[in-house]
């Protein structure tokens, strides 16, 4: 497409570019496919300023005689506002951002042009696959194999082109399987535990239906999973009476006489509108300047958000204890299985396992149980918290997930190798990102669309030793114990570094903690346990100031 | 007295102490005059523990069969439980309990009888004095004289023997001031700004009464503050409701026509009762293991603790903002001038004045605007949060400034000299204390009971090399400028530290912060920053576990 057809004026002279807590600069704009450039030539060397259009959630124009203001809400929470002369110049500037903010074809994004001079496109994609995976984790082969009975999509278009499944289960069998499943996502390994080969698995709700349908091919599946003196639990993340009311639209749960060596336990979970807006109701108050704290209190209460944080570290706690624990294995769905499921059973690795708190082992387990899982990142952070759009199908189930990683993450300060800036940076490039790896809703889309061949992989970006250093957690001593967060309301808190990152309050507490980290970071070096590497400890800014941004724009 | 006619049973085999998160444990237990002991005399060693019976806020007795159990609230927020076999012996302990957790002499207390080796009663009692601090301040010398008018204590029962005052204002003219302000409190100076010899003063109301009451000698002096072109600003912590109401009960406020030069504003501050209940509800709220997240929230809320936080902070800033921005001198006073007053002209001093911020300054501040200024602590901390007997005049003031000065230390966690254990110990000594800092309700009460000749002082004790390792912020870094707290209800947060000090939660976090404060301070102590000595950095404990007790009970 072109870009230039929705850009009618491209550069705007003596614009006022006013961010929260620092001055307001006078300078030019310019609106390109895919970025807007804010450049202030004073004060001898040359400030500019480059935000992604992607990363804009809402725009709101006011025009007042001959000039206009327009405010931009991102995606990443922050809120700046344009002071424009000339009203046409406003007008033009708003229409420009509002149509390439909201491109609707992938291809057009900017991944897909985002050329950066040290990447390369035939640098490696990705940091795993099922295929590795399954190759690499010998306490699988036993009773575990790797089918590709979906490697043309067809049996689940949600799911990655190859699962791991019981041996004693054939693809026929899994094709039945799928059948019986909402969307065909069967039930497959996600994790297998080291030390008693207890696994979790994940899958979609049964399609029972109110006349209580049987499928027999997938009662087979389940009882492949454990041995005949065992006993498995599913973990329902909806209410019992949730799960029952399924039926009545071709959903259901797993009825005890059809699936006897398992129990069932429900565990409601919110999901869909109901968490998009508990989300835009927290940002809603965590933005309110009234200086009132029973308001606060209250808004925040109002929000439900950490009730969503408790509910699913709690759900992820009991997983985990009927892994760890207790010694059994576990299937963990929801309706979907594409946004609850993938929560809870992400969460409980991490809790139990030692390799996904490394910062490599968490991204693979992002890529593994998130982006190949078929998490629908397209849909789910199209817009943010700030849009006034009518909500489809947004919900922001990773930002949740995100979260509850930084409640672990500040309880066990030295279990994860990773920082909280990480976790930040994923928060925003779910949501808008120079990378392609959070395209797209699932792998088939990714194949049609040639995703891995046009765009670079974030993870792989991340684990480049330049970038690494900045995501490393200084303190970070491995663990092989299990985790267990504590979930008591009182020891949950809100994740300040996200959803107070714009305010005046973050900026004393940023430079607070750069201060600390530095002289921690400076021991840690000195003891060798971390490269040296001697950059500094900038929190990632989509923002960023740049020297020289001329390798942006060559490609619009 | 004979501590023993209230001991009829001394020890008690076979006891099980339930602490929260450890197993529990059986031995013997003893009650001595000042001093729960509970001796575990297996797993090779002894393992001891020493309770200050005055650390006792409640006791609640259940009697089944023959044995009996005791859940000891403590000050501290501890709860314990004794399990005890023989329903009689169970009875005589909890009552034994009762009466030496309150008694009401205040040499019988421990500090009358805490002799440890290492100390001496003629070692130097408490920091520094009126007369020194004035010696000491040559900005001073020029307008503002040391008056010993109340060397006597019969001007202001509730204030030290010296004051400093304006050097144009005789005693006399102090005496008839003094007659005019409640409990004879009249405006005395608190703090000389290095930057501009702007001041902040304190006082109590001005008793105008119904009959808007004047007197020549309390605007003197209030006039004699500044010069004739500038403006005072008055700071009343009441509403200006309540300031009206307090006319009928023979209070009342600085009139506009009466005192030309000042400026009057009202910020209500809570007091009393309603603080105290505040804090009951708090510590309710934190003890709720309900799970229940909507709930915890809404009582945290329902508490309003966060909201005098608020306040209190708000307060000071608008204070110190008089005396930094604005450069006016400003007088502050609620009613009594013993609580709020002290609260707001404290906290507006660690915001301005760097040496407040160092350890020494900061016991200093505590001592002159707290101890010697007159807060009755006797009174106020009589009680804590677990009480069940009927309130008196306990208020947690003293409480609430150490939380708004963690809440300065979170925001600008480099700027105090002195550790949260810091803020704990004084938060722990003020309630129950082997020293005898806290003791009394003024200098006046101290004199007339030899508590400086009898008793060891808490601030020397905390300055010696030993002690003072462990409340020394590793991080610190001097500033000369002033820490604007950011007030937004947003970034004040729970002092869990405090709060949710016994609770699951604390045990990990307190294990994370000290392997992470071992590791800043070996960095500090390696760049020399430090003085080297090498004692771990346990938190400080009442509830000690004591290697060799003989010391403390030899003088029994």
Redesign the interface.
């Known amino acids: 497409m072109e870009f230039s057809e929705h850009i009618k004026t491209a550069n705007v002279e003596d614009v006022v570019l006013k961010l929260p807590f620092q001055p307001p600069a006078t300078g030019t704009l310019c609106v390109t496919g895919h970025h807007l450039l804010f450049s202030d030539r004073k004060e001898g060397g040359i400030r500019q300023l480059l935000l992604l259009l992607r990363n804009i959630d809402a725009v709101e124009k006011r025009t007042t005689g001959s000039s206009g203001t327009i405010i931009i809400k991102c995606k990443d929470l922050r809120i700046l506002q344009l002071d424009i002369p000339g009203m046409e110049e406003c007008l033009n500037i708003a229409s420009s951002i509002e149509a390439l903010s909201s491109l609707d074809s992938v291809t057009d994004m900017y991944p897909f042009f985002h050329r950066p001079r040290e990447l390369s496109l035939n640098d490696p994609w990705g940091l795993s696959s099922p295929e590795q995976d399954y190759a690499q984790t010998e306490r699988l082969w036993d009773r575990w194999r790797l089918s590709k009975v979906n490697s043309d999509f067809s049996v689940c278009p949600s799911y990655p082109g190859a699962v791991i499944v019981p041996r004693a289960v054939d693809d026929d069998t899994l094709i039945k399987a799928a059948r019986f499943r909402q969307g065909g996502r069967f039930p497959v390994l996600c994790y297998c535990h080291q030390k008693n080969s207890m696994v979790i698995m994940r899958s979609s709700q049964p399609m029972t239906g109110a006349n209580r349908k049987r499928c027999r091919e997938d009662e087979l599946l389940l009882q492949a999973v454990i041995d005949e003196s065992e006993l498995g639990y599913i973990i329902d993340t909806r209410s019992a009476h949730q799960a029952h009311q399924a039926r009545m639209t071709g959903g259901g749960f797993e009825s005890k006489s059809c699936y006897r060596s398992w129990r069932r336990m429900h565990r409601h979970m919110e999901r869909g509108k109901v968490l998009q807006e508990s989300l835009i109701k927290l940002v809603e108050a965590?933005g309110?300047?009234s200086?009132?704290?029973?308001?606060?209190?209250?808004k925040?209460?109002n929000s439900?958000w950490?009730?969503h944080?408790?509910t699913a570290l709690?759900t992820a706690g009991l997983v985990a204890e009927c892994v760890e624990r207790d010694a059994h294995s576990v299937l963990v769905h929801g309706s979907e299985g594409m946004d609850t499921t993938l929560l809870v059973t992400s969460l409980a690795q991490l809790i139990l396992d030692p390799t996904s708190r490394t910062l490599r082992g968490f991204l693979q387990l992002i890529e593994k149980d998130w982006v190949q899982a078929g998490h629908p990142f397209q849909q789910r952070c199209s817009r943010s918290a700030h849009s006034h759009a009518r909500l489809r199908q947004e919900c922001p189930s990773f930002l949740l997930l995100l979260d509850c990683v930084w409640q672990l993450w500040r309880?066990?300060?030295?279990a994860l190798e990773f920082s909280e800036t990480l976790l930040l940076r994923l928060a925003q490039d779910a949501y808008a990102s120079d990378y392609g790896t959070f395209l797209c809703n699932n792998e088939q889309e990714r194949c049609a669309l040639g995703v891995k061949e046009n765009t670079h992989c974030l993870f792989q970006f991340l684990l480049r030793c330049k970038e690494r250093e900045q995501y490393i957690n200084p303190?970070y001593?491995p663990t092989e114990l299990a985790i267990w967060p504590?979930?008591?309301?009182?020891?949950?808190?809100?994740w300040?570094g996200l959803f107070?990152r714009w305010?005046?309050?973050a900026e004393?507490?940023n430079k607070?903690r750069e201060?600390?980290w530095t002289?921690?970071k400076?021991?840690?070096e000195?003891n060798g346990t971390e490269e040296s590497t001697q950059t500094s400890l900038n929190h990632y800014n989509t923002f960023t100031v740049m020297e020289n941004f001329m390798d942006e724009l060559t490609i619009l």
Chains 1, 2 share one sequence.
């Open positions: 965590c309110d300047t200086h009132n704290m029973d308001r606060w209190l209250s925040l209460e439900k950490l009730t944080i408790h709690s309880q066990f300060p030295l303190l001593e504590s979930v008591q309301p009182q020891s949950l808190q809100l300040t107070l305010t005046e309050y004393t507490m607070a201060e600390i002289i921690v400076e021991h840690t000195r």
